[in-house]
């Protein structure tokens, strides 16, 4: 089990904070992080334990010639993994703001209400269609993964890997 690290909470960059726990949990000394190492070090980053499948897939990434993870490749990983966090967090703000009733989901009059705010002189008919296209299940409401999912729409997946 690593350490925490002294100045894990200090400000400083989140490279440089990232070293710092790998570092920590490199307790050997020996370069990498280990299965388990990885796992301590994404609990004291992010503050879960990752899955198995979330495991098994850093594990394969790695160079077959490596014993575990390397700085560098750790420090690409979690750079990646608080990128998609923050993406995630940022599209939940933008849910919760359109969601004005607090219900969980959309309705076409929370969609113009929305669209009016920033776009006014945008058509209804184009509102009207941009939900229908949102609204995969076509029930008349648009969930947060569907809305999510139209707002990753046409982008490059942050990351390969699909963290918690």
């Known amino acids: 089990m690593c350490a925490a690290p002294s100045r894990a909470g200090s400000g400083g960059s989140g490279r440089e904070r990232y ?33 198995k499948v979330e495991v098994d897939s850093v ?8 014993s575990g993870v390397l700085l560098e490749e750790f420090l690409k990983l979690m750079s990646t993994k608080k990128a998609a966090q923050l993406h995630h967090s940022e599209i939940r703000q933008i849910f919760t703001a359109f969601d004005m009733q607090y219900r969980g989901f959309l ?4 969609f113009k209400r929305a669209f009016n ?5 945008l058509p209804e008919r184009i509102i009207v269609e941009a939900f229908r296209e949102v ?3 076509s029930d008349g409401h648009v969930s947060f ?10 982008q490059n997946e942050v990351s390969q890997l699909h963290f918690a």
């Open 107 to 110: 309705t076409l009059e929370d």
């Open 117 to 121: 705010s920033v776009a006014p002189k």
């Open 19 to 51: 070293a710092r726990v790998f570092e920590a949990c490199d307790e050997d000394k020996k370069g990498y992080l280990s299965r388990e190492d990885f796992k301590v070090a994404v609990v004291m980053l992010f503050g879960y334990k990752p899955s």
């Open 59 to 66: 594990m394969a990434s790695v160079q077959q010639k490596n």
């Open 145 to 154: 993964k569907e809305f999510e999912s139209a707002m990753n729409y046409g």
């Open 135 to 137: 609204d995969r299940d």
